[in-house]
């Protein structure tokens, strides 16, 4: 089964936030540039959909959300730039605003979000304000978001250089220190090109902490059950069968999509999510129109012959089955010869101009007929060790990173590598010390 979303162009959805007070760079200037790299992206894909926000005078928050014409976000960015607040900053309570907004947006569709500050000031929260900022930002930078932020001013140093530097860096974002046009010119021209978030699992995609899987629980919706009246007329969108073709059994009723109501089977939904979710098992989004869907989980890692060992919400390990432990735990009362699954054409594969290259899965005989193999990234170890006197011995609970160490930690690795290369703080290439521009995609490169 092919990824309906892995081959085609993801519509992104961008937010402009300026946080503005100077005039380093005049307004004509500014909005300028920002209106070329608008008209940019809606020439790369005119279905990109843009939102503006800000701040007034007093910290009213103001967003202009929906704006799909280079025109209309041009007439936003113009009542943003005046009614704008030129006397506070509230670049933390921005991202708050931005990043809880998106949630609804991320359930209903596959959607690459991306928050675009404009900040001149540096921000002066306390450490508990920016520690909860991070958690936010650690939840949801897999939907998948990414944050560039632009820092206008003539300054070298910033107190809060090292804050930045982590949240672009935890969102595969970029940090740009602009004192001109010109290179407020060459800093868009390079977020102009789409992102994606760089595989973590070794059959592709991401990987969400144990921490945040309760969140995407309540996020995600589960199938419905059509009347039995209607389910006799349906098909799997996966197997174009009303019978699943994976297990044969008449007891995997046809259940429905929430939004769209394309009909699944089980068995079916369980084989695609296990290869094509968005970081858990059991969570993956429809493919026909992008809604997140949620699965019992055990009924996933059972139809894929892995055994389910501890409960949601703690770290989720498992083995593989030999044919006859899933014998016993799963009895259909009725098994005929499995059938091969057929690949409907909607599911196919679709023009784009980026390939994501996926290795191909390992496939094994089990009692249903083939099933995938889960590779030993797939299937972690149990927590639970035996020794020689056969005793379990606990592992010991891993000590919570801080944002303190965290800072200091990339303070090390820059100071070690800062005389060896720089990197790109767009698309994250490696060049020689002193170059200007980034030899891949030509942004500019603070050394």
Known sequence: MKNPFSTKIIREKIIIYLDLSSKVISKKNLLKNINSFVIAKFESNPHHDFSIFYFKEGGEPVIQDGLISSKSVKKAIEIAYDERSNTSN?????????????????????????????????????????????????????????????????ERLYSDDVKLRIITTLTNGGLFYINSAKNLKEALAGLVHNKILPDLRSEGGQSISDQHKLYYMDLSLELNQPPIHQRL??????????????????????????????????????????????????????????????????????????????EIGENTKGKTLEPEEIEESWKPESIQKPKSIKIPSSIGRQTSNHETKRKPLKTKMGLFGPRPVPSNR?????????????????????????????????????????????VCPVCSSYAKPGTVKCPKCGCPIRS
Not at 283 to 297: A, Q, T, V
Not at 383 to 406: C, F, G, H, M, Y
Request: aromatic share 10%; with cysteine.
């Open 378 to 422: 797939d299937v972690e170890s149990n927590p639970a060790i035996e020794n020689k006197d056969d005793s379990l011995i606990k592992p010991e609970p891993q000590k919570k990173i801080t944002v303190a160490e965290l800072r200091l930690r990339r303070e090390k690795r820059r100071e070690s590598t800062k005389s060896q290369v720089v």
């Open 90 to 154: 509230y670049f933390e309570n921005g991202l708050f605003f931005c990043l809880s907004g998106i949630a609804s947006s991320f359930l209903a569709q596959a959607i690459t979000f991306r928050i675009i500050v404009f900040s001149d000031l540096p921000s002066e929260k306390n450490t508990q304000y920016m520690d909860a900022l991070m958690n936010l930002v650690e939840t949801v930078r897999t939907f998948p978001t990414f944050i560039d932020i632009i820092r206008i001013g003539d």
């Open 233 to 310: 007329k349906l098909k799997c969108n996966l197997c174009e069968d009303g019978l699943c073709q994976y297990c044969n059994n008449s007891n995997d009723l046809l259940k429905t999509c929430p939004s769209c109501g394309i009909a699944l089977h089980e068995c079916c939904s369980a084989l695609y999510s296990w290869n094509y979710n968005i970081g858990m098992k059991n969570i993956f989004r429809c493919p026909s129109c992008g809604s997140l869907i949620r699965l019992d989980e055990k009924t996933v890692y059972r139809v894929n012959g892995v055994e389910f060992l501890n």
